[in-house]
């Protein structure tokens, strides 16, 4: 019988972070804050498979990209990168992971992309005419051709964003970190981008992707971990998510409200029995504060009529209630009790 | 495994092709040299009267009486031996700042690599600034046969060698400068110490003993000093010989020292987060 057998590439065992921050409290007086980033996280990526990390701000997403990515030392735990330990083998999993961290400030704007590329492959000792064939080659990849000879200060968020993920294959390593690689980009490039991750998979590259975006997350990563106030809450495929919260349903609910009422009619909802979990985020239009409300709940049918008289007795007006499948933003609130995106 | 300088090359090529888009930067480093080169001058004017007099009162005490040329060489060695000594922790600072340092550790370059191609680069432009002013002052001041005599080129010899243990001073600083990321106070605090407590504008040996205990620690007095006292016949520090031991047991002392300073302060950032605060 043939057997697929995971090999590990990133393994992950209790790694603790704790951060002590300095809070200036007069002139010359600071207050330590000790900040528990990490309490005890483990996992495991294997090889050639799209991993995704899903947590909310603040979560500890980042802090664990810089242990694995060795930018950072872990109080306690140990990871593995690509068969290297981080703490004491940093520049061989240097060598052996791309890395595309958030924001625009990666890249050096008085030099062109082209030179940008040229300086970072030249860090890693990429051989020149290598170096030279493989920025071509990954120019052509993203589809940068049009600014990659033009000054980074020139460019768009989104296009630092493109240079950046450029950056991050340059020195061809086997792993390859993406820190919300889709975050600044037009749907269009997004689509795109999501595209060029999926052929980088093809080509047996291991892919650590963080993102807020659900979708991207479900249609992108082979597994996702959730991670919230440092640890990882859920980890399996999407489907084996979803599975978890077998048997409960959504319902979502837009409503035009403001916010100190929003608080008032969700912590009612939240009291309806059979109501396991309740979020809601607020955007603003022409016509108010549109509230999202999403509730994960055991039978829809049941918990509508009492919603809708609390809705109805707050004198909300509602654009829109539907009980739906649940999806990976549902186990998200399930087991964070917050909304991603 | 062959050795690979290229990352070397490419801190400086990188530093070079910045510096070239600030057009200002390039004219002000022109300007710079010639305007401090005048200053000794209207100085010396200003305090004895007259440049004869000038180089009579200087001469008792320096036993030299080319005060203009003698300055000159203080001030370009030691602009020279400082920009060495504090470029590496001003750029880490910079890099610190714009966010590009975090992407520079991520990758698997090495440290003396990082500080190798710095200091390349620094050599290059105070180079090109060393001669400038050198030669402005020669020019203006009728100085121009010190440049060209056989001490001058011997002089440059104890200045290339004072830069082996420059860079370990200025490992040490680049470390302090990442640690307590202050750097302009610390940069304008120590450049005063060091215009004091180097001899720039004057010999050490008018300087307090304790004063002067602490200047031959630091090897810019002993390039300058002897620089100057090739070129004027004057006497060396402690002789010849044992300036040239003082400046090679710098020579592994200082470098030693910064290295373990800097990967100490490194771990630390790691440790704490604090790649990316400034």
Known sequence: ?341 | MKWNPEPILAIFKMRLKVYSRYPGWIILDIIAPIIFSVIPFLFAVGIAGSLERAAEIFGNYAGTREFLFYIAIGSAVWGFSTGITWDFGMWLYEELETGTLEQILLTPVKVYELLLGAILYTSFISTINFFLSITIIAILFNCLHYVLSIDFVLALLVVVLGIIPLMGLALFFGALVLKLKEPWAFFNFLTAFMVFICGVFYPITILPPIARAIAVVIPITIAIADARAIIFHLNFIFNPKIDLILLIVYAFLWPLLGMHMYKRVEKELRQRGEITVF
């Not at chain 1, 992309?113 to 005419?129: C, I, Q, T």
């Not at chain 1, 037009?186 to 992707?209: C, H, M, N, S």
Request: with cysteine; glycine share 6%; hydrophobic share 40%.
């Open chain 1, 1 to 341: 019988m043939k057997t697929t057998e995971h090999h590990a590439v990133i393994i992950a065992e209790n790694l603790k972070k704790i951060y002590e921050t300095k809070v200036p409290i007069g002139l010359f007086r600071r207050k330590k804050k000790r900040v528990i980033a990490l309490k005890g996280v483990s996992f495991s990526v294997n090889e050639g498979e799209i991993f995704g990390l899903l947590g909310p701000n603040g979560a500890g997403k980042t802090t664990l990209i810089k242990i694995l990515t060795t930018l950072l030392l872990p109080d306690a735990g140990r990871a593995i990168v690509n068969g290297f330990d981080v703490v004491k083998q940093p520049e061989e999993v240097r060598k052996s992971v791309g890395v595309m961290l958030m924001g625009e400030r990666a890249l050096y704007w008085k030099l062109t992309g082209r030179e940008n590329l040229e300086f970072f492959g030249s860090l890693y000792k990429v051989p020149k005419d290598i170096l030279k064939k493989r920025i071509n080659e990954i120019v052509e990849f993203l589809g940068i051709q049009e600014f990659i000879d033009r000054l980074v200060e020139t460019y768009s968020s989104g296009q630092k964003v493109l240079l950046a993920f450029a950056k991050a294959l340059i020195n061809d390593a086997p792993i390859i970190f993406l820190d919300e690689p889709t975050v600044a980009l037009d749907p269009r490039r997004a689509i795109e981008v999501r595209q060029k991750i999926k052929k980088l998979k093809e080509e047996g590259k291991t892919i650590f992707l963080t993102t807020h975006i659900m979708q991207e997350a479900e249609e992108l990563c082979d597994r996702v971990a959730i991670i919230d106030e440092g640890r990882i809450v859920a980890i399996g495929t999407p489907d084996e998510l979803k599975r978890t919260i077998k048997g409960k349903s959504a319902v979502e609910v837009d409503i035009v409200c403001s916010n100190p009422k929003t608080i008032t009619i969700t912590e009612k909802i939240q009291q309806i029995d059979g109501v396991h979990k309740i979020a809601w985020d607020v955007t603003s239009s022409e016509k108010g504060e549109i509230v999202r409300i999403r509730v994960i709940c055991d039978n829809p049918r049941e918990i509508l009529p009492p919603m809708m008289e609390i809705l109805l007795n707050n004198g909300v007006k509602i654009h829109y209630i539907k009980p739906e499948e649940p999806t990976l933003e549902d186990v998200f609130l399930y087991y964070t009790g917050k909304l991603l995106a």
